[in-house]
């Protein structure tokens, strides 16, 4: 009896252990076009791997059907094979899944200013020349890229290559420094 369980553990490591192995990950950085002047960039995580499935095809089912030739009196009859084609699973085949998961990293504005949003939503508007990024956290806020009073927001100016960077948390306008906002703040970045 303990022969068989430890056979059956084995077995079932080795199926485990296959699993594993065919599977693999690659993350990669992509770049989506909002507008003229705003791309988000996005950390994307692709998975594949393979899987066992039921391999389909057509079957065919015979069966005898009693044709009578003399009805009423059915004295005449004989038996007639007859066939009936349908879909059946006649087996298993390995297929290859992909699964892609994309994560928000930032905006990207101008080509130029990087506004990091890992920890933000952030929506974008162009007003004249320059684009406003508005960000809310995702963690003391409802994470929508809008800001209402009491959520700690952050909200970047982007003028060419040059940005103003303004904050509120407890407060219901955006200033230069806001004394209540306590999270990490999103990074500004200019990229030449």
Request: aromatic fraction near 8%.
């Amino acid at each position: 009896m303990f022969h068989k369980k430890k056979i059956m553990l084995i077995l079932f490591m080795v199926v485990v252990f296959s699993v594993f192995v065919v599977a693999s990950k690659v993350i990669k950085e992509e770049t989506k076009v909002i507008s003229d002047k705003v791309q988000e960039v996005e950390d994307c995580e692709y998975i594949s791997w393979q899987e066992e499935v039921s391999a389909y095809g057509i079957c065919v089912q015979e069966y005898a059907e009693v044709i009578c030739d003399d009805e009423p009196l059915n004295e005449s009859c004989s038996d007639v094979i007859r066939k009936i084609n349908y879909t059946c699973a006649n087996g298993t085949e390995i297929v290859e899944k992909t699964d892609k998961k994309c994560d928000k990293k930032a905006v990207l504005v101008n080509d130029i200013v990087k506004v990091d949003t890992s920890e933000y939503e952030c929506s974008t508007t162009e007003e004249g020349n320059d684009v406003v990024v508005v960000c809310d956290s995702k963690y003391d806020g409802n994470g929508d890229g809008e800001c209402s009073s009491g959520e700690s927001c952050m909200k970047f100016v982007v003028d060419g290559d040059k940005y103003q960077k303004y904050e509120k948390n407890s407060r219901d306008d955006f200033v230069s420094s806001d004394d209540s906002f306590f999270l990490e703040k999103a990074s500004v970045e200019v990229l030449k």
